[in-house]
């Protein structure tokens, strides 16, 4: 059993009556294990040495049949992706002095998605964050996202979606996102062209357009992982990843990735 008074967490807006409760789970345990056995309706995302990441829905969210599954809570229902850190000292050390400085990876995780987002850049939300102990760094981490809906990563979108003015769209969004991005001076030298991720044209939220709102005709996109940024040695440094992820994205031509990396 984790004592409450060992974990630090930290929600995203006023912390819900029920607490961790409102997530499903009884406890931090099952979150910080990432283990999809101990989560509602968990099924495993993507495992690396150290880190987890898990989907599992939140209370009252219906089922396949559209059946509701109970009463929901404080936080709505849907379905939330979960990533649990169990990280040896040096890339923790390198969160802990390094930008935006963090005690442990979930909370460096966390820190870099509130600057993208302050920055424009297009991320899943935040919902909460929480570390074991209180030293100068914790081993034990988790962060908890709400997932995407009705989105796909990008080689996917291309493939399905990604055809005629609907393509040119969605080359426009990401264009704006990479200009974004590269404004924050963060660079992500994990981001692959899986990490990026595209909703349909007309589907993301109002924009101001003169006096008044109309729907944004663009494909929103998201970065999804944001594992190892750090701020960018260089404005060469930042056009190098973008470039290496776009060099990866199966079916993009080359005339496009040409363009995309113009607008940043």
Request: proline fraction near 8%; glycine fraction near 12%; hydrophobic fraction near 45%.
């Amino acid at each position: 059993m984790i004592a409450s008074t060992a974990l630090r967490l930290r929600w995203a807006g006023p912390a819900p009556r029920a607490g961790l409760a409102a997530l499903g789970v009884d406890g931090p345990a099952p979150l910080l294990a990432a283990e999809p056995a101990q989560l509602p309706r968990g099924r495993e995302l993507a495992a690396a040495p150290g880190t987890r990441r898990v989907a599992f829905a939140l209370p009252g969210t219906p089922d396949v049949r559209g059946n509701l599954t109970g009463r929901p809570g404080e936080l709505g229902t849907g379905w939330v992706w979960l990533t649990g850190h169990r990280s040896a000292v040096a890339p923790l050390l390198r969160a802990r002095f390094g930008a935006p400085r963090s005690a442990s990876l979930a909370e460096r995780d966390w820190n870099v998605l509130c600057l993208l987002r302050a920055a424009g850049v297009g991320t899943p939300e935040p919902l909460c964050v929480g570390a074991l102990g209180h030293g100068l760094v914790a081993r034990r981490s988790f962060l908890v996202v709400r997932a995407l809906e009705d989105a796909f990563p990008f080689p996917r979108w291309l493939a399905t979606d990604g055809l005629g003015a609907e393509r040119a769209r969605g080359l426009a969004a990401l264009g704006a996102l990479c200009a974004r991005l590269a404004r924050t001076g963060l660079v992500l030298p994990a981001l692959a062209p899986e990490h990026l991720w595209v909703t349909p044209s007309g589907s993301g939220e109002c924009e101001t357009d003169g006096p008044g709102l109309r729907k944004n005709k663009l494909p929103g996109v998201f970065v999804v992982d944001v594992q190892g940024a750090r701020r960018a040695r260089s404005e060469g440094e930042l056009r190098r990843v973008l470039a290496e992820v776009l060099a990866r994205v199966e079916g993009l031509e080359a005339r496009e990735r040409e363009g995309v990396l113009a607008t940043s």
